[in-house]
């Protein structure tokens, strides 16, 4: 038997997308796996609050925007953070962060296409983000488009061997294909490359499931 599945992959893009991204993607599928969500504190209620209430005054600035999607996104509320993204962008057409962060955002939504097409553009502009890269082959990935998504991946840690996205990805594919030692090499350059990091605890919890799965057969 398998001690990963497909839902343990998507668990685990959902985990990537708490380390990499400045929001959280699927927060709520995340909190289950691990444990009920923090209530929201009086202060970050009233950011999202204050902010709203400034983008109701004006629409125009793309800080208020940004940052107010970015807190939807936190509160596990991608279809308001589409809304106010996709104003951001309008703002600033050519903030590639921004492009990518709209594509999470649809992503969170259970829309890939749209995501994956958002993470198209940011890369359009900045074709060396390797967050935007890790993005774009997880949602493929998930997706079923497996050779595009490990391509894409392989490329990506052949430009720049320091990608600790690339590594926390690449291992969560190798252990969906039941490659178990790849699997455990890659997220042990995780560990190497980024030690203490919230990326590298994940990881290490992930090597000791396989670890021990694998001396047991």
């Known amino acids: 038997m398998k001690p990963y599945r497909r839902a343990s992959l998507v668990a685990g893009i959902a985990v990537f997308a708490a380390f990499f991204s400045p929001f959280t993607i699927g927060a709520a599928a995340a909190a289950e796996s691990k444990k009920a969500?923090?209530?929201?504190?009086?202060?970050?209620?009233?950011?999202?609050?204050?902010?709203?209430?400034?983008?109701a005054r004006d629409s125009s600035k793309f800080d208020n925007l940004y940052r107010l999607g970015l807190l939807y996104m936190e509160h596990d509320k991608p279809a308001e953070a589409i809304q106010v993204l996709s104003r951001a962008v309008r703002v600033k057409p050519k903030d590639a962060r921004?492009?990518?962060?709209?594509?999470?955002?649809?992503?969170?939504?259970?829309?890939?296409?749209?995501?994956?097409?958002?993470?198209?553009?940011?890369?359009?502009?900045?074709?060396?983000?390797?967050?935007a890269i890790c993005r774009l082959a997880s949602s493929l990935y998930v997706q079923s488009k497996y050779s595009e998504a490990v391509s894409m991946l392989r490329t990506l840690l052949a430009n720049k061997p320091g990608s600790v996205c690339g590594y926390f990805i690449m291992g969560e594919a190798f252990a969906d294909a039941g490659i178990y030692r790849e699997a455990i090499r890659m997220w042990k350059k995780v560990v190497e490359?980024?030690?203490?990091?919230?990326?590298?605890?994940?990881?290490?919890?992930?090597?000791?499931?396989?670890?021990?799965?694998?001396?047991?057969?």
């Not at 969500?37 to 983008?55: F, H, I, Q």
């Not at 030690?195 to 001396?215: T, Y």
């Open 37 to 55: 969500a923090a209530p929201k504190t009086p202060a970050v209620v009233d950011s999202v609050a204050m902010l709203e209430r400034a983008v």
């Open 98 to 131: 921004a492009l990518a962060d709209l594509g999470s955002a649809f992503d969170a939504a259970g829309k890939s296409d749209e995501a994956q097409a958002w993470y198209r553009k940011s890369l359009e502009l900045a074709p060396d983000d390797s967050v």
């Open 193 to 217: 490359i980024s030690p203490g990091s919230q990326e590298a605890v994940s990881a290490k919890e992930s090597i000791d499931v396989l670890e021990k799965f694998i001396k047991g057969q």
